[in-house]
């Protein structure tokens, strides 16, 4: 079987199963599509279907759109990796646990070594302390926001640690205050615009081509509601709010405030792969997809580049994914990997929480694409 039949036989079972409601799955080696489909349905109500141009929340997938837009700037000289950030935001200085005044660099939020983290703790603060992490609604712009952690200690010094976090949102902060307009304009500008992304935006172009955003149930994925409070293992909390996207007023969330298409995706990914251009040097394309952390443990079997995480260790990341793989995802149902060995790339966006990033979807996926025997669960 080619890897088009394996790829369009497991989204046939897992629409059939309702593990998730609808999605666009893409597949290209050497930029050439292998697979280019559409299955299930954008609103599952309505009967509305999904289809190749369908607009979806991003949620993390907002990451590596806004770092490569850093990168650009870094490249065009607007400023440098190893700046220190408080140098372009003086009004975000927090400190480590001993009350010091962190040294955290352009580097460090992109590497998520800044000492920060996703903690949903901070969201239960009070309202004048709670610090939006960019999946919930507010009001709030990204200065009243993000100052609020400078009374919070980081959880670790910036670059000995790694950890998940909402670095990006400072990181889209800094490109705004220098692009000297909003963070979209600036991903619009340096690599949006450039790349032909036309649905890739911090807006929805479209709302007739927006999905439905659903979550996992006890039989089947359930319309959201708004808001929605995931909850997983050892206390893990994720709060959504699938109308923050049409909240003018909402800070431009750099780690997971975007929409847009698979396609869009897509493009990004292989512009990248395939050397940078335009936009990147080469050698700054080969660095986004690198180890860019050394021996710092990320998630188990991987480390981090600029744009995702490279598998080092396939069993202990449990991926058929093989060494050298950058792969991530975003919560809202979303899951992408980059292969530069098998110059493959591989989108894949539902409209399923958190099925289609964190639950059996995403591995089921990539050992079809591999050709590896599927787990039953």
Known sequence: MTIADRVNRMLDQAIEQERITGAVV???????????????????????????????????????????????????????????????????????????????????????????????????????????MGLVDTDLDLKSNFERHNAIPLAFAPGSRWAYSFATDILGAVIA????????????????????????????????????????GQTRPERMPDPWIAAGEAGWR????????FNPKAFQSGGAGMAGTADNMLTLLETVRAGGQPGLKPETAHAAISNQIGDIDGEPGMRFGFIGAVIVDPDAAATALPKG??????????TWFMDPAERLTVVSLTNTALEGCMGFYPELLRRAVYGRRQATD
Do not use: C
């Open 325 to 334: 793989t950058l792969q991530w995802g975003g919560v809202y149902g979303n």
């Open 26 to 132: 893409l597949v290209y080696r050497d930029g050439e599509p292998l697979l280019r489909r559409a299955a299930g349905y954008a609103d599952r109500e309505a009967l509305r279907p999904v289809t190749l141009d369908t607009i979806f929340r991003y949620a993390s997938l907002t990451k590596p759109v806004v770092a490569v837009t850093a990168l650009a700037m870094i490249d065009a000289g607007l400023f440098g990796l190893d700046v220190p950030v408080v140098d372009i935001l003086p009004w975000f200085r927090p400190k480590t646990a001993d009350g010091r005044e962190a040294p955290i660099t352009i580097r460090h939020l992109l590497t998520h070594t800044s000492g920060l983290v996703y903690d949903p703790a901070l969201e239960l603060l009070s309202s004048d302390r709670a610090v939006t």
């Open 177 to 216: 205050a220098v692009h000297g307009d909003t963070l979209e304009a600036a991903v619009v500008h340096h690599v949006a615009g450039p790349l032909g992304m036309t649905d890739a935006r911090f807006h929805v172009t479209d709302k007739d081509r927006l999905a439905v955003a659903y979550a996992d």
């Open 238 to 245: 994720a709060a959504f709010s699938p109308s923050r996207i």
